[in-house]
């Protein structure tokens, strides 16, 4: 049992332990988790405290999460991700493998993070974005393999993300130009 959002205790629902190969082992996960029904971890996944998910969450094998990170409903990390301490992956958002978010990171409803640079194409290997700390990904947004956000930027909604985009900058649009970021958005995020 843990604690819900609104105080009253709630057990932990889904399915934590998906064992997805032989030998695979346990998912560990902190204190004071809120795991909602349908959500699916998988074994060799560590989650630190406070974790919380929506309903029908998925995270796969050999991620690393740490405390007071939000997997909203029907958002997938796909595997072999790094997430950081105070994060936020907002309803339908996709985190593929091989993907680092840092600290204080906030991904918008369906925003989408890629990892192969050739869908069914050919051969490549695959390459997730890096988010550093405190940064903003808006409803929407897309960001293309190997793209690094720099600390504190902002993705608008919609946006595609082709190249990287500095520390503390605004990218708007298809494909995404880099713009000063507003007064408005500087600071970094508070706790999700």
């Not at 796909?78 to 978010?101: C, F, K, M, N």
């Amino acid at each position: 049992m843990s604690e819900g959002l609104s105080g009253e205790r709630t057990p932990i629902a889904g399915t934590v332990g998906y064992e997805y190969r032989d030998g695979s082992h346990p998912p560990v996960i902190g204190s004071d988790p809120v795991v909602r029904p349908g959500t699916i971890v998988y074994d060799d996944v560590i989650i630190g405290d406070r974790f919380r998910t929506g309903h029908f969450a998925l995270i796969r094998e050999r991620t690393e999460i740490g405390d007071d990170v939000l997997v909203g409903t029907n958002a997938t990390v796909d595997g072999e991700a790094t997430i950081g301490s105070h994060v936020s992956l907002q309803t339908g958002a996709y985190v593929p493998p091989r993907t680092a978010i840092g600290d204080h990171a906030f991904l918008g409803p369906s925003a989408v993070l890629t990892n192969d640079p050739h869908p069914l194409r050919r051969e490549a290997e695959l390459e997730g974005p890096t988010l550093e700390d405190h940064v903003s990904v808006g409803a929407n947004a897309t960001i293309l393999p190997g793209v690094t956000v720099g600390r504190g930027s902002f993705v608008a909604a919609g946006a595609v993300v082709t190249r990287d985009v500095p520390a503390e900058t605004l990218a708007v649009g298809v494909p995404a130009r880099h713009e000063p970021l507003p007064e408005s958005l500087r600071g970094g995020n508070d706790d999700p």
